[in-house]
Each structure stands twice: as C-alpha cells, then as structure tokens.
C-alpha cells in the first residue's frame, strides 16, 4: 500500500482480495487433494458455502461503514471550514481617536541647585588661630567662621595712626602761621596807609611810600599761599584718615563671618593655615532653605511656559515624594544652539530633604483651551510616504491617512493633523493591511487615564 493511497481504495483493495480468496476456497472444495482417500474428502453443503460468502461479506460491509463514511464525515467538516475561512473577513483591533486631557503635561530633567551659593575668602594676610565651623554646619548671617591672627595688618594700623598724628599736626602748624601772616598783613596795612597819608603831606619820601606798600602786598600774597597750604594739609589729614580707617575696617576681617544663612559645603583650612587676602578660599556657604531647578523648555513647548505656573520636582532617591515649585523667571530667548528655552524652578525645602546637586524630574502643567487628538503609539505606520495611521470607515473598508505627529508621550502620540475625533484607527495594523482592504473591526476599550 502506498503513502498516497486513500482509505476508499484501500477497502476497495481487501474486498478484492477476500473474493479472490473466497474464489480459491471453492476451487479447492471442488479438487480432490492427490494421493487422499475418497472417503476422507471435505464435500461442503451449498449451505455451508453461502454462511461462509454471507459472513465475509458482512465483514467487508462492516470494515467499509467504520473506516470510509468517517473519514467521508471528517472531510466535509475540513472542507467546510476551509470555505468558511475563505468567506470571513480579516479580524482587527480598533480604538476610537479622543483628545488629550485638559491639562498639558510635561516632564523634564534638571539639577538642584541652592539659590545663593558664594564662596568666603580671606580679607586679610595671616594665620588661622581658630576654625569655629566644618562642612555640614548650618549658620546664620553674621555668624563667626573662624579668627585670622594678622600681625603685620597691626603694624599698618599703628603706622596709619602715627601718620594721622602728624598731618594734624602740619594742619595746626599752618593754620598758625596763616594766623601770623594775617597779623603781619594788618600792620603792614596800616604802616602803608599811614606813609601814603604823610606822602600827600610831604613828611616822607616817596620811596619809603613805595616801600610799605610793596611790603603790605607781598603780606597779601603770602596769605593766600598760607591758605593754600592749609588746604592741602587738610587734605593730607583726610587722606591718612581714611587709611585708618581702611586698616581698621581690615582689622575686622580678622574674624571672618557668614555672608547669609546656609549651609557650609566646603571646608577648606584649618588652625594654623597660612591665607592670603584676595585669594584663599576658607569656606564655601550654601543658601538651601530654597532651591533652584533649571531646565531646558523646548520650543515646541516654550509659548506654555509662565513666571508664576506652578511645577512638581521628585527625585529618585525619594520615590513616591513630590515637591511643589513655581516657576520664577524665564531667559526668555531661545538658545540657537539647542531651541529651547532656559527655565528656573523655585522650591521650599523646609524639610531639608532636598540637596543641592541632585537630579531631579521636574514636570510642568498648564491648561488647555484645545486639547489635541491622542492615538496609541502601536497604531503608527512608518512608510516611505510618511508617518501614516490605519482608519476604518464605516463600510469597514481600511483607509491609510497622512498625519502629522506632535507629542510623544511614550505609549501615545498626539496627532497634529490628518484625522478626526471619533475615527477608529486600527492597532498593530502591520505590513498586511492596505489600502481599500475590507475588514471586521473589533472595538478595544482605551486605558484609563489616558
């Protein structure tokens, strides 16, 4: 029996072969066995020959109804399947297009950072005498950092005010002499008014007329030089004054203090350091009662963005924690090089939960008038045309539309243009589905919150 060969052929064959045996048994009754006695001869009963024929037949009538109307049934079920398949419409998963929600939600990367952060240097040359804070110390405005023992400042102070001394004493000394001077100017004042009235009398000479007057002049001009000279050593007093007063205002930077509240972050000397004025960092002080976030908007985004919105920051290492912000101010202008628009993010941190440094995700809300069209990301086609999605009309014919795509938020899409609210768009459509295709759509219900 071949591979091929049916189970119709196959009871065909036996039936065969069972008359073909059926044939021999009769020949055989009928011949006489050589070299046998006559008397020991089989001579079978036409009755006998006909149960034998009925019972074969019955078997063979038997082995056909078990083996071929089965197998008859079980192709007309295969063959009917088959027509039915061919006749149903392919099955697909819809969604209806709705809009977002009302509120646009938008979600960035920033760093924290301390709203004021200054580093604290030396204001005078000398060595540290005592290191009143360490890193981690919280202080308040004013509040003593550490003490500079600063000899050669004490020096300049002495200096300054033995120099102070001595202009006073300048400014004194001329002072008395203009005194003197105004003195010697009224004599020779009235000498020359007494010699220019004897001259009209004829007592005295005119030369010694000429005398007393170019004296009384001269002692004019020398009080106005003595009134010169006071000014400037008036000058010079205020000079060395304020010299004092500037190494006495360095004296008290011998004791260095905290610009602001805060929070020390670096430590940078310690007893016995030798500092320089103008170039030795001692401390670094950081305001973290309120921190800054700033991130990067981008343009596509940056017209929803205003001084006053309010934000939420959370961070990885608090999961599940969220910390109200508002936004404080916008560069307003666009960086050329990356399109967006730089944003600072305030928020409290009463708790001290938040550290300057972190990495935070900021995200920002703002209302929407028009909210725009969400599709499922599955439902994209990317082609050679563009980006396209699958709609199915109402005669459930398969229709391919053009959109332009805005936001991307993962598991969906916003859709700019290219369809309308209420259209079924087809999920996973794949390369099979075309255009003009007919189809049996099977509606799937949105997920919640989106």
Known sequence: MTPLETAEE???????????????????????????????????????IWAIFLGVTVLVVIAFFAGYLPLQGRRAVIASEAHEEQRALPRVDVMQVGRSTGKSELELPGSIQPTMEAPVLARADGYIIRRLVDIGDRVRAGQELAQIDAPELDQQVMQARATVQQMQAALELAQANLLQGKSDTELAKVTAQRTGALLKKGAVSRQEDDQNQAQYQAKLANIQALEKAILVQRSNVAAAQANEARLDRMQSYRTVRAPFDGVITLRNIDAGALVNAGSTLL????QTATLRTYV??????????????????SVPNLPGRQFAGTVARTSNALDPGSRTLLVEIQVPNGQNLLMPGMYARVGLSSARTLPPLVVPSEALLLRATGAQVAVVSQDHTVQLRKVEVGRDYGDRLEIVSGLKEGSMVILNPGDAVQEGQKVEPAPVAPTPGK
């Open 296 to 313: 990067n908007v981008p343009q596509a985004f940056a017209d929803s963005v205003r001084v006053g919105q309010p934000a939420s920051l």
């Open 283 to 286: 401390y670094r002080i950081a």
């Open 10 to 48: 196959r009871l065909r064959r036996q039936n065969r072969e069972l008359q073909h045996e059926l044939q021999e048994l009769k020949s055989l009754l009928h011949r006489e066995a050589p070299g046998a006695p006559a008397g020991n001869r089989w001579h079978p009963s036409s009755l006998t």
